[in-house]
């Protein structure tokens, strides 16, 4: 069965940095989309940022473009680092993966087959 694992949420202060890694357990990242999804309390699930595998195009959102930076590290591990945080980047974030032949749109949810647990990250001013 194929898995994603988050880790590295936590608690940093405004203008800190946190890096969220993303672990596939029974698969590979190859030919898959890789994408980050986060929601804050009483919000709806936000897209933040994609990479496509097949030519290693990378997406972000406008309220992250700048500040967060998408990557894979190898065959198994994806990472997200996140700098230049802000109090507004509170929630929970999600990894995801999405078969690259047949997803469409990076930023709706439903182009994506596989999801992590989602882990913590806490913004404070």
């Known amino acids: 069965q194929r898995q994603l694992v988050e880790s590295g949420g936590g608690l940093v202060q405004s203008g800190g940095s946190l890096r969220l890694s993303c672990t596939a357990r029974?698969?590979?990242?190859?030919?898959?989309?890789v994408g980050w999804f986060r929601q804050a309390p009483g919000k709806e699930r936000e897209w933040v940022s994609t990479f496509s595998n097949q030519d290693g195009t990378t997406y972000y959102a406008k309220s992250v473009k700048g500040r967060f930076t998408i990557s894979v590290d190898n065959a198994n591990t994806a990472s997200l680092q996140m700098n230049s945080l802000k109090p507004e980047d509170t929630a929970v974030y999600y990894c995801?993966?999405?078969?690259?032949?047949?997803?469409?749109?990076?930023?709706?949810?439903?182009?994506?087959?596989?999801w992590g647990q989602g882990t913590q990250v806490t913004v404070s001013s």
């Open positions: 029974g698969f590979t990242f190859a030919s898959y989309a």
């Open positions: 995801a993966a999405g078969w690259d032949f047949t997803m469409a749109d990076v930023a709706r949810e439903n182009e994506y087959e596989n």
